[in-house]
């Protein structure tokens, strides 16, 4: 997917400003979920670069886990996002914008509200809110898929997309897709077939 040239008053900016900007951000984010109460890594006492067992209480506790795959969708749509709201942006900026937008979710993914939510309505059961190096990592991968769908035309990244959300209802019964429905509107049956997946 690619913009219009990077113009306009955003231009201005030096490229190490935006950079300065997003480390400032995710700094923020730290921060916020050190406020909450989140821990800073996982309560197990390690840090492990992949953690792939879903129904886990390490699970959104460790670096990477499947739910890393939907944050690098979170960065397919945020860049569709940007490109609309700031089209003359230089793409650093627009990657500022979808850090923020990224951060902002994941504490509000973190309140009490949300965890309860995912808790009842989704098979999450053992969800007690993300650690902060897991929450960091979210943004991280959500980066890698704005800057994968800045480098891939359009119908690569679809393509990619539909990959991953496929990819991931076969091997955890669970995606992007299904985890929005579960969490706005859960629905008992799906949750019975969810519980149902493989101990990856």
């Given at each position: 997917?690619?913009?219009?040239?990077?113009?306009?008053?955003?231009?201005?900016?030096?490229?190490?400003?935006?950079?300065?900007?997003?480390?400032?951000?995710?700094?923020?984010?730290?921060?916020?979920?050190?406020?909450?109460?989140?821990?800073?890594?996982?309560?197990?006492?390690?840090?492990?670069?992949?953690?792939?067992?879903?129904?886990?209480?390490?699970?959104?506790?460790?670096?990477?886990?499947?739910?890393?795959?939907?944050?690098?969708?979170?960065?397919?749509?945020?860049?569709?996002?940007?490109?609309?709201?700031?089209?003359?942006?230089?793409?650093?900026?627009?990657?500022?914008?979808?850090?923020?937008?990224?951060?902002?979710?994941?504490?509000?993914?973190?309140?009490?509200?949300?965890?309860?939510?995912?808790r009842t309505g989704t098979v999450a059961l053992d969800y007690y809110g993300d650690s902060?190096?897991?929450?960091?990592?979210?943004?991280?991968?959500?980066m890698m898929g704005f800057l994968l769908a800045r480098s891939l035309p359009v119908w690569g990244t679809i393509t990619l997309g539909v990959?991953?959300?496929?990819?991931?209802?076969?091997?955890?019964?669970?995606?992007?897709?299904?985890?929005?429905?579960?969490?706005?509107?859960?629905?008992?049956?799906?949750?019975?077939?969810?519980?149902?997946?493989?101990?990856?």
């Open positions: 997917m690619t913009g219009v040239a990077d113009t306009g008053p955003f231009g201005a900016m030096p490229r190490n400003g935006w950079v300065f900007i997003i480390a400032a951000i995710l700094g923020l984010q730290a921060l916020g979920l050190l406020a909450m109460g989140r821990v800073p890594m996982c309560a197990c006492g390690s840090i492990k670069l992949w953690h792939g067992v879903v129904h886990s209480a390490e699970n959104s506790q460790q670096v990477f886990d499947w739910y890393s795959f939907t944050h690098v969708l979170h960065g397919f749509w945020l860049y569709l996002f940007a490109w609309f709201v700031l089209p003359r942006a230089p793409i650093v900026a627009r990657l500022a914008l979808a850090v923020l937008i990224e951060g902002a979710w994941e504490v509000i993914e973190n309140t009490n509200f949300v965890i309860d939510r995912y902060i190096v897991n929450s960091l990592s979210d943004n991280a991968a959500m990959l991953i959300e496929g990819s991931l209802i076969y091997l955890i019964r669970d995606n992007l897709l299904l985890n929005v429905v579960m969490l706005i509107y859960p629905l008992d049956a799906i949750k019975v077939w969810q519980q149902a997946a493989p101990l990856h």
